[in-house]
């Protein structure tokens, strides 16, 4: 592993698809290659390799310093809230920080009950909403996405955890056609500036354009989920949405607005939660 690590190192590939250094991503690749779990013991990962399985190693190693495409692209998978989902260039690899509130049933904010319905925004593979689904076992979850490539990505997911009769997919520009109210929303939109996107490491541009980019300063989608919110949420309501590093851009342009910053205690910025009462005083609509 640590040569396949120092490889990558020395061919400066970017970390940030699920793993944020060398070693993890070869870890990734390698059991990959070799057909091993993640509770592997470390006297397997030790043991002495065939020149078949040092091949399939090289291959996976060699493809990923060639193509520069995120590691779970080479895999067709990657890990998300504990949980396996198929992952392909038809949708971003998931790496959101709301991750860390899924698992946490999204407490201390939100007490969902029996009769509860949520709607994410830009599902792509689906990873969020059926995260959600697992871990909230009384939500019922709307999900929706402007590329149909992606749903099609969602639905097979929600197919392979069993979740297909709880979670609907719609294809849509952010909201849904059909006007439901729901007790809590959730977004990971597009939210990259068009000048940071030009410079982002290669990595990034192998994964859908439309699911990052979002105008000059990045907030095109973000404005549009405030400004229609409201008219989706029902009374205390709430939208949680990931902006990532242009958090404060959008506390900037949006002063009268009272924004709860998530702290997150596993890495990440930029997640932020309002109510459907704060979205109206602040004038949104």
């Not at 007490?111 to 019922?140: F, V």
């Not at 069993?162 to 109210?181: C, I, K, N």
């Not at 902006?243 to 607005?257: D, M, Q, S, Y």
Request: glycine share 8%; with cysteine.
């Amino acid at each position: 592993m640590n040569l396949a690590a120092k490889r990558l190192v020395t061919a400066d590939v970017y970390f940030g698809h699920g793993t944020d250094n060398a070693e993890d991503d070869a870890l990734f690749l390698i059991l990959h290659a070799l057909n091993l779990s993640y509770d592997v013991t470390k006297v397997v990962l030790k043991s002495e390799l065939t020149e078949g399985q040092i091949r399939d190693i090289d291959r996976l190693i060699t493809a990923r310093i060639e193509t520069r495409k995120p590691s779970a692209y080479l895999t067709g998978y990657t890990w998300f809230c504990g949980h396996k989902f198929k992952t392909d260039e038809r949708v971003l690899v998931p790496r959101s920080p709301i991750a860390e509130l899924v698992i946490k049933n999204f407490h201390p904010w939100w007490e969902g009950n029996a009769s509860s319905r949520a709607l994410e925004i830009g599902t792509g593979g689906g990873c969020i909403a059926i995260a959600m689904a697992l871990n909230l076992g009384h939500l019922d979850i709307d999900a929706t996405d402007i590329s149909s490539d992606a749903l099609a990505v969602a639905q097979e997911n929600a197919y392979l955890h069993s979740v297909q009769d709880r979670v609907s997919f719609y294809e849509a520009d952010l909201f849904p056609h059909e006007r439901h109210s729901y007790d809590l929303i959730v977004a990971n939109p597009p939210y990259v500036p068009s000048s940071v996107y030009m410079n982002l490491p290669s990595e990034y541009h192998t994964e859908p354009v439309g699911a990052l980019l979002s105008g000059e300063d990045g907030l095109d989608c973000v404005r549009r989920i405030l400004n229609q919110a409201p008219r989706y949420l029902k009374k205390g309501g709430l939208l949680f949405v990931e902006v990532g590093e242009i958090w404060e851009t959008l506390h900037a342009n949006f002063p009268a607005l009272d924004f709860t910053w998530v702290d997150l205690q596993y890495g990440g910025e930029g997640v932020f939660v309002l109510s459907r009462e704060q979205l109206l005083l602040g004038n949104i609509l």
